[in-house]
């Protein structure tokens, strides 16, 4: 079965510390790889996405992730977090041949000032 | 400006009664999507449609229905069969040649009354 884990549903960090997001992801095929950001009562907002190539991806608003195949994780990270991050967090799984994307269950991270 | 409009923003739904979403793009995607969103619960997929005219299920389409006569709609109707309909819905497209690049609307909140 296909699915994707983020194991830590909320996330509280120190402004202009460290941040990592993590997510596991089980698929038998090939997959595309996703990061999605929601601010409160919006849509989903594409952050970054693996397709191929480099296993380091770089997306918007200073986050990066980090493509691992062997531990089949695609962690988000960013290395100093403003106030302005503050929303829910999603990673997105395509498994080929599926035509569907598989969300992970959400992680809220919340800037503490 | 293109992207993907969703209204209303929200939604108040009777006892016994049916409401449908509306979900339209200007983006010239052929296939889009209908999620139903839940506190800790991520993204679910209801239905989806490729091309016109056609559609399929999704993981949860009991009492749900949808159409698609136009590229640019996708309405969701909510039915009496749905009877836990209050969620937050979001409506999503993509194009032909990255169908796993999804772009969100801003969503509908529903609610029961």
């Known amino acids: 079965a296909q699915s994707v884990t983020q194991l830590d549903s909320q996330v509280p960090v120190f402004e202009e510390a460290p941040v990592e997001l993590r997510c596991n992801y089980s698929?038998?095929?090939?997959?595309?790889l996703f990061w999605y950001v929601q601010y409160p009562n919006q849509g989903l907002q594409l952050l970054l996405k693996?397709?191929?190539?480099?296993?380091l991806v770089k997306g918007i608003n200073g986050f990066e992730a980090e493509f691992n195949k062997s531990q089949t994780s695609f962690h988000l990270r960013k290395p100093s977090v403003h106030i302005s991050d503050t929303a829910e967090y999603f990673c997105?799984?395509?498994?080929?041949?599926?035509?569907?994307?598989?969300f992970g269950t959400g992680t809220r991270l919340t800037i503490i000032p | 400006d293109g992207g993907i409009t969703q209204s209303p923003k929200y939604l108040f739904r009777k006892e016994g009664q049916n409401v449908t979403l509306s979900c339209e793009q200007n983006?010239?995607?052929?296939?889009m999507y209908w999620y139903r969103q839940d506190p800790g619960q991520g993204l679910r997929l209801i239905y989806y449609?490729?091309?016109?005219?056609?559609?399929q299920k999704g993981d949860i389409a009991e009492g749900y229905s949808v159409s698609r006569e136009k590229k640019e709609s996708f309405p969701l109707t909510v039915t009496s069969a749905q009877k836990n309909p209050t969620a937050f819905y979001l409506c999503?497209?993509?194009?032909?040649?990255?169908?796993?690049?999804?772009?969100f609307g801003a969503g509908t909140r529903l609610s029961v009354l």
């Open positions: 449609s490729q091309i016109v005219n056609d559609f």
């Open positions: 698929s038998s095929v090939s997959v595309y």
């Open positions: 997105a799984v395509y498994h080929f041949g599926n035509e569907k994307l598989t």
């Open positions: 999503a497209s993509s194009t032909g040649q990255a169908k796993n690049i999804q772009y």
């Open positions: 693996y397709l191929s190539g480099s296993t």
């Open positions: 983006l010239n995607h052929d296939a």
